[in-house]
């Protein structure tokens, strides 16, 4: 079997405040204690390990992907319809990056940060 993707860590100063922000973007979450949970799209096998750390030390990180520091930069989440995915959930969550294309990679994306500034992307192959 190829190796595929399982889980990807989130580290998070609040979990409570995480897990409220991934379900009103329409994650399903599963609290495994009070400092952890799994949060999963609809549809996949692989999920976000979200976890509460003391450590409050951060790095800035924005739509310029070439200019941020080293490490792991985001997750992209893919959607049938960027532009709808934000009208659902912009009055909910504040997004740093409307939709917008790109058109050297095909992409339609949005992006939001979760209450400890984690960068999520909303995603739309518009090439097929």
């Given at each position: 079997m190829p190796p595929t993707v399982d889980n990807i860590g989130i580290a998070v100063t609040d979990l409570d405040a995480a897990v409220s922000?991934?379900?009103?973007?329409?994650f399903e979450v599963e609290r495994y204690s009070s400092e952890e949970a799994a949060v999963r799209p609809a549809s996949e096998s692989a999920y976000l390990y979200v976890f509460e750390t003391d450590?409050?030390?951060?790095?800035h990180r924005d739509a310029e992907l070439f200019d941020n520091p080293v490490g792991i930069d985001h997750v992209s989440v893919r959607?049938?319809?960027?532009?709808?995915?934000?009208r659902n959930r912009k009055d909910?969550?504040?997004?740093?990056?409307?939709?917008?294309?790109d058109e050297d990679w095909g992409l339609r994306m949005a992006g939001v940060r979760d209450p400890s500034g984690n960068v999520l992307y909303f995603i739309e192959h518009q090439n097929g």
């Open positions: 922000f991934y379900e009103q973007l329409g450590n409050e030390t951060t790095t959607v049938d319809d960027v532009d709808q995915t934000y909910d969550v504040e997004f740093f990056l409307e939709p917008t294309t």
